[in-house]
C-alpha cells in the first residue's frame, strides 16, 4: 500500500504522478479525511498535472463538477450533503461512474452500498506541523499488487 506524508500542496504532485501513472480510464477514486485534509487540494493539483486549464474548485455546494481534459471527462464529487442513496441516484451516480477518464469523491461514506466493483481510496490524516499521511489502495486489493 503506497503512503505519502506531504507538508505542502506543492508535494501532492508525488501523488498526483502516482496517480496519473496507475489510473485507468473509468477510475473511481474515494477521497476520505476531515475536512481540511487536502482532498480537494489533491484534485486541482491532479488536473494540473495533466495540464488542465480549469482549476478544481470545492463542489460542496455543487455537489459535482466536471472538467474536460487531455485524459477524457474527469467528474469531482463532494458528498458531504447528501442524506441517502436516492440522492444518489439524482446526481446520476452510476451514470458519473461510467463516463469519463475519473471520478473524484469526497465523503466516499456517503456511497453506503454503491461502491462500484473496483475503486482506489486515499485516506487523509492530518499530522502535527501541518503535513498530511495519504494512504493509497485499491480494491480489490490485488489489483494494486499487479501494478
Not at 2 to 21: C, G, N
Not at 66 to 73: A, K, S
Request: net charge negative; with cysteine.
Amino acid at each position: 500500500m503506497p503512503e505519502f506524508v506531504i507538508k505542502t500542496e506543492a508535494e501532492l504532485r508525488q501523488i498526483s504522478d502516482f496517480l496519473w501513472k496507475n489510473l485507468s480510464a473509468g477510475a473511481v477514486v474515494l477521497l476520505a479525511g476531515d475536512l481540511g485534509a487536502g482532498k480537494t487540494a489533491l484534485v486541482r493539483n491532479f488536473l494540473q498535472r495533466i495540464d488542465s486549464p480549469d482549476h478544481a474548485k470545492s463542489p460542496t455546494y455543487t455537489i459535482v463538477r466536471t472538467y474536460q481534459t487531455i485524459l477524457g471527462t474527469i467528474n469531482h464529487l463532494d458528498l458531504y450533503r447528501l442524506s441517502g442513496p436516492d440522492d444518489l441516484l439524482q446526481i446520476g451516480w452510476p451514470e458519473l461512474c461510467a463516463e469519463g477518464f475519473a471520478t473524484f469523491v469526497e465523503w466516499p461514506e456517503r456511497l453506503e452500498d454503491e461502491l462500484p466493483a473496483t475503486y482506489w481510496r486515499l485516506d487523509f490524516e492530518i499530522l502535527p506541523d501541518e503535513a498530511r499521511r495519504v494512504k493509497i489502495r485499491q480494491f480489490p486489493a490485488e489489483l494494486l499488487e499487479k501494478s
